[in-house]
């Protein structure tokens, strides 16, 4: 199957890490993303990592890749209201592919 | 930066009407896409086009169509709206890098089909 799996909703409290996990099940896919998408605006690119990284780290975003478990994470330290948004992690469909197969996102919300 | 433009943020269009939702990127984009977004159901695609003149069907195509006859611009045509098609619609463009090709999306449009 081509199912990327993410829970649905998160809340978190201001200055806490989130930490929002995603599962998938190509093992080709080749490259991983996250998106964030605020209310009524596209999907914003927010980071990416190769398939043969176990960690990439940009500012207030580390993501995590555990291959062999086919799990994604992406943490957001010091959480802010303005992180509150619906975030997707999506997959490549397969080696050499240009379509991505998205998760149904999870929402997070930050309480002040 | 890339920039994804989608004609119209909001449109509301009547039960059978012709109805054209109009995408342009300035990158120089080969491959253009076309989802919706539907609460519970995630992004699911409509249509692909990977060069002019080309296109693809995606997972959901019935009752749309497309229309690819400049590299920057990818319309999606939905021949007699029905209230079903009511939905967010995304438009996204990438470059054919097969490797690391991270879609970049328009700002969406909402339409509602009465």
């Known amino acids: 199957g081509e199912d990327v799996e993410q829970s649905l909703f998160l809340s978190v409290r201001e200055g806490d890490s989130s930490v929002i996990n995603c599962t998938y099940t190509d093992s080709s896919s080749t490259y991983l993303y996250w998106y964030k998408q605020e209310p009524g605006a596209g999907l914003q690119l927010l980071t990416y990592?190769?398939?043969?990284?176990d960690m990439k780290q940009d500012q207030r975003l580390t993501v995590l890749l555990n291959k062999k478990d086919k799990h994604l994470s992406l943490r957001i330290a010091d959480t802010q209201t303005g992180d509150s948004a619906i975030y997707f992690c999506a997959e490549t469909k397969g080696a050499g592919s240009y379509q991505l197969t998205f998760g149904k996102g999870t929402k997070l919300s930050v309480i002040p | 930066d890339v920039k994804v433009t989608q004609s119209s943020r909001y449109l509301v269009k009547r039960t059978g009407e012709k109805v054209f939702l109009e995408c342009v990127q300035d990158?120089?984009?080969?491959?253009m896409f076309w989802y919706r977004q539907d609460p519970g159901l995630g992004l699911r695609l409509i249509y692909f086009?990977?060069?002019?003149?080309?296109?693809e069907k995606g997972d959901i195509p019935e009752g749309y169509s497309v229309s690819r006859e400049k590299k920057e611009r990818f319309s999606l045509i939905l021949e007699s709206a029905s209230t079903n098609q009511t939905s967010m619609y995304l438009c996204?463009?990438?470059?054919?890098?097969?490797?690391?090709?991270?879609?970049?999306f328009g700002n969406g449009t909402r339409l509602t089909v009465t």
């Open positions: 990158m120089d984009h080969e491959n």
């Open positions: 990592i190769f398939s043969n990284m």
């Open positions: 996204a463009s990438s470059f054919p890098d097969r490797d690391n090709s991270p879609l970049h």
């Open positions: 086009s990977y060069d002019v003149k080309m296109k």
